[in-house]
Each structure stands twice: as structure tokens, then as C-alpha cells.
């Protein structure tokens, strides 16, 4: 061990869990975004909750901070440290699906569960469930993102991930083991979190500052046996808008949502499109049907025909719906938005695989002007005007992403991704879109706005759970 605090880290969980690699350390101090932290000092990667009690009674005792990551893809810099001589907690060795209930419709899954392995193991030992799929690349966490409220491709109908939770297994700094949910009363089921007061929201939105999640039980859906993706081309923003909110009132889908024309072209390999060819599409809607039988399916197919229909009465030009399975056999490219999850490599392989977003929730009332503003700014900051809406919890809110990719490698280019996306926090954010797994820059220049009785309500609850303030240093700073 190449510190006292790995040997005496080791001395608590065993050679094996503990890494002082230089290497793994200094690839630690980032993710795929602009954010910079700085390398921990030891990596610690526990294989049972014993060793996350014993490094967090120890971390608090010797007020050491303790950084919790699972594959540090948020997409925000929350799993990154902050300050010098902390200790990073890789969740990703405990990473066993520990039962599924397909009666009452719920899984139990360590922090490590992918999403390519839930997709797995359901298809093959449980057909009759589904289970909701993020764009996050397949092999990330599933309780990483109820953790942190994601968006899901079944949210419109279900909601943000967070309320898929029935419940979660906790390890406060002291060592305590806590539970959330009926399990807290009973062994005999875990299907859901009423009639509990909702203790798990302690853990969510929180990025590992109140405790070390080492368990969860996470909802299923039932399975529909017959499932149908279409894309539908817009060449008016407005218009696309109007047609899925048209469509949420139908509530004929499981998911919809608009993704701008950059994303065709980055399909089509083009690593930074910054022009649209006169004719183009401005927009693509997608939107996901499923039934149990034929005749209702048809219905909710006819009512999408009748929506395009009057949409195009009313002066607006369509092209589609298009059933995905035919775009595929036209364009092999379309198969990365056939089928979830998926892993969007036009998104992440390319030089320097810089990865960042200005990702929001907010009302749909306001997506247009929020949407035209955003994308106008990316603009004249030089970057593919990408960007994707979708409605969330039958339509009650949405989410705004505007997103770029860029070089890690180039400072310049990181600066000017940061300098865009603090802009069009600067633009939107009074318009009431909030961005969601906040990073840290967005409390550093926005914070202030945050009612100041929330704010001591959170400092209270945070100084209460965690003391010596050791989880995660400088997340959801209060
Ligand atoms: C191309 C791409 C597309 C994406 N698309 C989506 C999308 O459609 N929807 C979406 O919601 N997200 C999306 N994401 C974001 C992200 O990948 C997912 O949310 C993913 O599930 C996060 O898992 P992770 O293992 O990388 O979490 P990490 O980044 O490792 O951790 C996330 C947060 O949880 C904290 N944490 C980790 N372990 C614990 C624990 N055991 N207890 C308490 N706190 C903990 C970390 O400190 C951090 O704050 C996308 C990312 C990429 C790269």
C-alpha cells in the first residue's frame, strides 16, 4: 500500500478492496464532462455492506471524505472529489440483482446493477415484467440513477426514476444500517414505500451526501406484448411542441419526445454538425406504443394518424409516422434508437469523448421559448444547436437537454462548453427549468435564488446525518 491510509483502509476491508493505483486515481479526478476535481487519495471498492460500515465509521471518526461512485457517468461531476485526501467508494463490486418479484412487481439490486444486466435477466427468467430503460449507456447503475431522479423511457406514463423506489438500504457516516419503505416494518415485502413516512427521499437528488444507498427495491412495469416505435420529421419547432402535447392528452403512448436535427446527422456519423440543408427536418418526435391486444393498439395508431392529420390541416408539414423496424432496414444506423438500452456511440467515441449537457426539468408550458433560447444560444456559441424534450409524469412536467459534445483533451474547447451551458442556465432558469443531478457550478452561480428556508431545512437535516460533514464534499453545498 503506497499510503498510511490504504494500509490502514486494508487493515479494515482487506487488501483486495483497497487501490492506490496511479492511474485509476488520476482518471478519477474527472468524467466525461469539462468539470475538474482533484484525484482521491485511495479507491476502496467493497464487496459486502460490513465494508462500506467499516470505511465510513472509520472516515467519519478520522474526518476523511468519502467520495461514492458506481461507473461516474452523471454527467455533471457528482462522483468527482473536491478537495485533497479523500477516499473514493467504488459501489460497482456490489452488483448482484438480489430477487425479483413479478407478482408484486418489484426487483431488489446493489448499487452495481446494470441496466444491460436487469434487460437480461428479466427477458430470460421473467417475460412477463418490463422494466424502464434510460440512454445511459447499458453498462452504468440503475440505482445510481433513482438516486439521482432520472429520466426513463417509460417516465411519461410511470414518472422519474425516484418514484420507482419502494425503498432503499442505507449506511449512515456513524456505520448505522438504515432501511426505508415497508421493508423497514415487515421481511415480508418490499413492494412498496406507503404507508412509511418517505424517509428515501433522504437519499434522493442528494448525490451521496446523507448516506451510502447498498440497496434498493426498485418497481417492475407489466410487460405489453406488443410494442411499436415510430418517428414522425417536423420542419416547425412550435408545431412539433403542439403535436406532443396533442399526444400526452391522448395518453395513447408510453414515452414521446422531440430531439433536434443535429441528431439525425450525428447518427450519420457527422461529429459536429453546425448546418441544416434547406428542406431538412428541424425536428424528429419519437413515440412508443404498447398493447396487449391488436385492436387497441390500432385504435391509439389511429388516433396518432389523426393528431398528424389535423396538425397538417392546420398548415404544418409531417413526414412519417415511420415504423423504426423499416428506418432500420433502410438505415442500419437507426438500430441505436430501436431498442433499449442502447449505447448512443455518436455520442461518446469520438476524439477526446468529451460529454456534457445543460439537462432540466420544467414546465411544459414554456418548452417553446425555452427550447428556441437554448438552442439560439448554442448557436452563436459556435455548437450543433442538440437538443431533446420530453414530457415526464403524463405531461405534469418536462425535460429540456441541451447537449454537446466535445475534447476533453482541449482546455479551449472545455471552456467554451462551460461558458455555453452557463449561459443557458442563466437564460432558462427563470423561465422555471431547473437543472436536474445539479453540479456544482450551477449552485456556485444560482444558488442564492434558492428559498433561504429550504436552505437551513436541508442543513439541518444534512448536519444532523452527517456531523463531521465526510459524504461527498461540496455536493448540494448549503
Ligand atoms: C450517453 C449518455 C446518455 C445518458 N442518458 C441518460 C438518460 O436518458 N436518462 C438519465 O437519467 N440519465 C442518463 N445518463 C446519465 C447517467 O449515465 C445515468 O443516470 C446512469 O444510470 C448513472 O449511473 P452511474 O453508475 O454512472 O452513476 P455515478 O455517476 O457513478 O453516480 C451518480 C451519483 O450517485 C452517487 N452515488 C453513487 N453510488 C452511490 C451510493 N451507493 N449511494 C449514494 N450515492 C451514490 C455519486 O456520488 C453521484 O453523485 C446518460 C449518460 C450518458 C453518458
Redesign the pocket.
Known amino acids: 500500500m503506497s499510503s498510511s491510509l490504504a494500509s490502514r483502509l486494508a487493515a479494515l476491508v482487506g487488501e483486495a478492496a483497497v487501490s492506490t493505483d496511479p492511474a485509476r486515481l488520476r482518471e478519477a479526478a474527472r468524467?466525461?464532462t469539462e468539470i475538474r476535481g482533484v484525484a482521491p487519495e485511495v479507491v476502496v471498492r467493497p464487496a459486502e455492506v460490513a465494508h462500506v460500515q467499516a470505511v465510513l465509521r472509520f472516515a467519519t471518526a478520522e474526518k476523511i471524505p468519502v467520495?461514492?461512485?458506481?461507473?461516474?457517468?452523471?454527467?455533471?461531476g457528482?462522483?468527482i472529489p473536491q478537495r485533497p485526501g479523500c477516499i473514493l467508494?467504488d459501489?460497482?463490486g456490489m452488483n448482484r440483482i438480489l430477487s425479483v418479484n413479478p407478482d408484486d412487481l418489484y426487483m431488489v439490486v446493489e448499487?452495481?446493477v446494470r441496466?444491460d444486466q436487469v434487460k437480461d435477466h428479466l427477458d430470460r427468467n421473467f417475460p412477463q415484467t418490463r422494466f424502464a430503460y434510460?440512454?445511459?449507456?447499458p453498462d452504468?447503475?440503475?440505482?445510481?440513477?433513482c438516486?439521482?431522479?432520472?429520466?426513463?423511457n417509460l417516465s411519461l406514463r410511470f414518472g422519474?426514476?425516484s418514484t420507482w423506489l419502494n425503498g432503499v438500504e442505507?449506511v449512515l457516516p456513524d456505520g448505522t444500517l438504515v432501511r426505508t419503505g415497508a421493508a423497514a416494518w415487515t421481511q415480508a415485502q418490499w413492494c412498496t414505500s406507503s404507508p412509511m413516512p418517505d424517509l428515501t427521499g433522504l437519499?434522493v437528488n442528494?448525490?451521496?451526501t446523507t448516506?451510502?444507498?447498498?440497496k434498493a427495491s426498485v418497481r417492475l412495469q407489466h410487460a405489453k406484448r406488443l410494442r411499436r416505435r415510430f418517428f414522425m420529421m417536423g420542419y416547425d419547432l412550435r408545431a412539433c411542441f403542439a403535436t406532443v402535447r396533442a399526444l400526452v392528452r391522448e395518453e395513447i403512448c408510453d414515452d414521446i419526445g422531440v430531439l433536434t436535427w443535429p441528431v439525425a446527422k450525428m447518427l450519420f456519423g457527422e461529429r459536429r454538425p453546425t448546418w441544416r440543408d434547406p428542406g431538412e427536418p428541424l425536428a424528429m418526435i419519437y413515440l412508443d406504443v404498447s398493447s396487449n391486444r391488436q385492436a387497441e393498439m390500432d385504435l391509439r395508431l389511429a388516433i396518432l394518424e389523426e393528431t398528424l392529420d389535423a396538425s397538417r390541416k392546420s398548415g404544418h408539414a409531417w413526414q412519417g409516422p415511420l415504423d423504426v423496424r423499416d428506418l432500420v432496414k433502410i438505415e442500419p444506423a437507426f438500430q441505436k434508437l430501436a431498442e433499449f438500452p442502447t449505447?448512443?456511440d455518436f455520442?461518446?467515441d469520438h476524439p477526446g469523448g468529451g460529454?456534457s449537457w445543460v439537462?432540466t426539468y420544467g414546465p411544459t408550458s414554456r418548452w417553446d421559448e425555452a427550447t428556441e433560447t437554448s438552442l439560439r444560444i448554442m448557436q452563436e456559441h459556435g455548437f450543433p444547436p442538440f437538443g431533446v424534450a420530453r414530457p415526464m409524469a403524463q405531461g405534469h412536467f418536462g425535460v429540456l437537454r441541451l447537449i454537446e459534445t466535445f475534447d476533453r483533451d482541449k482546455p479551449e474547447e472545455a471552456a467554451a462548453v462551460a461558458k455555453m451551458n452557463a449561459a443557458i442556465v442563466e437564460a432558462i432558469l427563470p423561465m422555471g427549468f431547473i437543472p436536474y443531478?445539479t453540479p456544482e457550478w450551477v449552485f456556485a452561480a444560482h444558488g442564492s435564488r434558492i428559498d433561504p428556508g429550504f436552505r437551513e431545512l436541508l442543513r439541518r437535516v444534512r448536519t444532523a446525518i452527517d456531523p463531521a460533514g465526510v459524504l461527498?464534499p461540496g455536493?448540494w453545498p448549503v
Open positions: 468524467d466525461l467520495v461514492p461512485v458506481i461507473y461516474n457517468t452523471n454527467i455533471g457528482l462522483a467508494l459501489m460497482a448499487p452495481g441496466w434510460s440512454l445511459s449507456p452504468t447503475s440503475v440505482l445510481a440513477n438516486l439521482m431522479d432520472g429520466l426513463l422519474t426514476s442505507a437519499f442528494l448525490h451521496g448516506g451510502i444507498v447498498t449505447r448512443l455520442m461518446l460529454l439537462g443531478k461527498n455536493k
